[in-house]
């Protein structure tokens, strides 16, 4: 049973710290998500790609987010220099984009910056 | 403008008793609409799509065009069906990313 997975699962830093969080999507699947999840917003779309290019990332704060896929297993997702806002849980999630349109999602990293 | 609007934040009914979770759309053109649930603290997985129009867990959806609505229907709840639900709407001229309502946390009491 393939599966997207994520890590860490939880992250702790400070303020100011770098924060890389990691993505292996499933075999086979040509896009990729990354979601944030919180109380206040429910889920925000961040980026996301197909067959390894960035098409969107609208919703990410360009100055302290990134989002790269360095090759087709693997996604990351970087804040630098994160702040407490930031403290969320990010999803991943891949598709087969043309087959059907379901999105399959990681377990998620559940980050707080205090 | 692509939204999905769940109005309710918050459902709680007790076992056994019929469970309506309610999502309205706005798309121009055909939608594709999916519902997700979240138990607690795990991923989110897919529940239903409404061109499979299938049953899952005793939960249907029925696409109403005229309405823009894909509420989420169960006759009997169950302790188990306690979870975040989360309607979504495809976008296809934007990637296919997923639009998602606010979600709506149901809770089936004993």
């Known amino acids: 049973d393939a599966r997207v997975t994520q890590t860490p699962r939880h992250k702790v830093t400070e303020m100011g710290q770098e924060v890389t969080m990691r993505c292996q999507p499933i075999l086979g699947h040509n896009t990729v998500f990354w979601y944030r999840q919180t109380m206040m917003q429910g889920l925000e779309l961040l980026a996301y790609f197909r067959n390894r290019a960035p098409l969107d990332d609208s919703g990410m704060p360009k100055d302290r987010f990134s989002a790269e896929m360095p090759d087709a297993t693997l996604a990351t997702l970087k804040i630098q220099p994160s702040e407490p806002r930031d403290s969320a849980v990010y999803f991943c999630?891949?598709?087969?984009?043309?087959?059907?349109?379901?999105?399959?999602f990681g377990p998620g990293t559940r980050l707080t910056v205090t | 403008a692509q939204r999905v609007t769940q109005p309710e934040k918050l459902l709680s009914v007790f076992k056994g008793a019929p469970v309506e979770l309610k999502c309205n759309y706005s798309y121009s053109g055909s939608p594709e609409l999916f519902w997700y649930v979240q138990y607690s603290r795990q991923r989110l997985q897919l529940l239903l799509r409404?061109?499979s129009r299938e049953s899952i867990k005793g939960f249907t959806a029925d696409l109403n065009k005229g309405e823009t609505s894909f509420h989420l229907k169960k006759p009997f709840a169950q302790e188990e069906d306690s979870a975040m639900y989360y309607c979504a709407l495809i976008s296809y001229n934007q990637g296919g990313k997923l639009i998602f309502g606010q979600g709506t946390e149901l809770s089936v009491k004993p």
């Open positions: 409404h061109i």
């Open positions: 999630a891949s598709g087969l984009w043309g087959n059907s349109y379901e999105q399959y």
